[in-house]
């Protein structure tokens, strides 16, 4: 697959977590999944940027996710509740990890990167539906 920048692919918008301060935030919603439930994609992620990839799941949905990235970034998997912001899942400043997630109930999930690195960082994605 030929790296690409999301932002080409996304609507921009300005992050609305307030713990984020990124100037601005590359989001997909719904994600893009192919024909077998799966979504792979090769990004650059901008320096003090954020990349999203949102999907609206119902209560027990699985998604098994998984990362690679050549510098650390900072993860999470979130969803929104009026103003407050639930975070699931957390990890901070690593380059690679992956787990199966199950929604505990119906929302808009996000997958989320944060680059603090002080330069842009390649990031591989993979999202497959359970």
């Avoid at 920048?5 to 996304?10: E, I, Q, R, T, V």
């Avoid at 977590?17 to 935030?25: L, V």
């Avoid at 999907?55 to 509740?81: C, I, M, Q, S």
């Amino acid at each position: 697959m030929k790296p690409r920048m999301l932002k080409s692919l996304a609507t921009m918008a300005l992050c609305a977590a307030g713990s984020i301060h990124a100037a601005e935030t590359a989001v997909m919603s719904p994600i893009p999944w192919d024909a077998q439930g799966q979504f792979l994609e090769e990004l650059q992620v901008p320096d003090q940027g954020v990349v999203e990839a949102c999907e609206k799941l119902t209560a027990g949905a699985k998604v098994h996710w998984r990362y690679e990235a050549d510098a650390p970034l900072d993860f999470n998997v979130h969803y929104h509740k009026g103003k407050k912001v639930t975070m699931p899942v957390r990890k901070d400043r690593t380059a690679k990890a992956e787990a199966l997630f199950k929604a505990a109930t119906a929302q808009e999930y996000c997958w989320m990167w944060s680059n603090k690195s002080g330069a842009p960082v390649w990031l591989t994605l993979q999202l497959q539906r359970r």
